[in-house]
């Protein structure tokens, strides 16, 4: 991004707070809403980050706003944070290869399809909650998270389906160390806090490169 050819903007701008700015750029009181441009925000901030949530992993061009967002944290413009839209989508995401179009009948785990597995009570087979789980998810800080059951659970759950399919085991819990990540045993992780209060649970899911070759569309004009 270039730096504003104005001098005394160059020498104003640093000795401002960040909502001061925000009020002289749209001549706005602080009742309304501020607004301020990536360009402004890099220079004002030694370190910005860009939080991309639902709207943008709905939007019909995700793709190639994914590939734009990558570039700029890659370039060390701004850090980027996807908020995944529901519990254990991001964990979901990186273990599953998704279809690009949908062909034939549909199962979903809490959202519309022709069965659904619900822990809501409105689906054809409940499920458990999570507070009644015992297994893991992936938080927003990619970190593999234990989960203990809070509440008993008698019913079905998805190992009974995976037994059911040939894929025999004898809890859910038997699955954590196949998962992908590391081989780490599910009554191996560390669930946690210290004295000093530093929570240790889970481990890191380590960063994977992806080599494959990309192709930015042209941006549309607002």
């Not at 529901?86 to 599953?96: D, E, K, P, W």
């Not at 507070?131 to 992936?138: A, K, M, R, Y």
């Not at 992780?189 to 080599?211: A, C, F, M, Q």
């Given at each position: 991004m270039s730096q504003s050819a104005d001098p005394i903007a160059s020498e104003i701008?640093?000795?401002?707070?960040?909502?001061?700015?925000?009020?002289?750029?749209?001549?706005?009181?602080?009742a309304q809403p501020p607004s301020i441009s990536i360009g402004d925000a890099v220079q004002i901030e030694s370190e910005v980050c860009n939080f991309?949530?639902?709207d943008v992993i709905n939007h019909p061009r995700a793709n190639n706003i994914a590939m734009i967002a990558g570039l700029l944290q890659k370039s060390g413009t701004f850090k980027v944070?996807?908020?995944p839209p529901?519990?254990?989508?991001?964990?979901?995401?990186?273990?599953?290869d998704l279809d690009e179009e949908e062909d034939g009948l549909s199962i979903g785990y809490n959202t519309t399809a022709d069965f659904v597995l619900s822990a809501k009570g409105d689906g054809n087979l409940d499920m458990p909650a999570l507070?009644?789980?015992?297994?893991?998810?992936?938080?927003i800080d990619k970190d593999l998270i234990p989960l203990n059951a809070g509440v008993a659970y008698t019913g079905y759950?998805?190992?009974?389906?995976?037994?059911?399919?040939?894929?025999?085991?004898?809890?859910i819990i038997d699955y954590t160390s196949e998962l992908g990540f590391k081989?780490?045993?599910?009554?191996?992780?560390?669930?946690?806090?210290?004295?000093?209060?530093?929570?240790?649970?889970?481990?890191?899911?380590?960063?994977?490169?992806?080599?494959?070759?990309?192709?930015?569309?042209?941006?549309?004009?607002?």
């Open positions: 701008l640093p000795a401002m707070s960040k909502d001061e700015v925000l009020l002289l750029k749209n001549k706005a009181s602080p991309i949530g639902e944070l996807i908020i529901v519990t254990n989508s991001l964990g979901v995401s990186l273990i599953c507070n009644q789980q015992e297994g893991t998810f992936v938080n759950e998805l190992n009974d389906i995976a037994n059911a399919l040939g894929v025999e085991s004898k809890n081989n780490v045993a599910f009554d191996d992780l560390e669930n946690s806090v210290d004295n000093s209060g530093n929570v240790k649970r889970g481990y890191k899911i380590e960063p994977t490169t992806n080599r494959k070759k990309t192709k930015i569309d042209e941006v549309d004009d607002l």
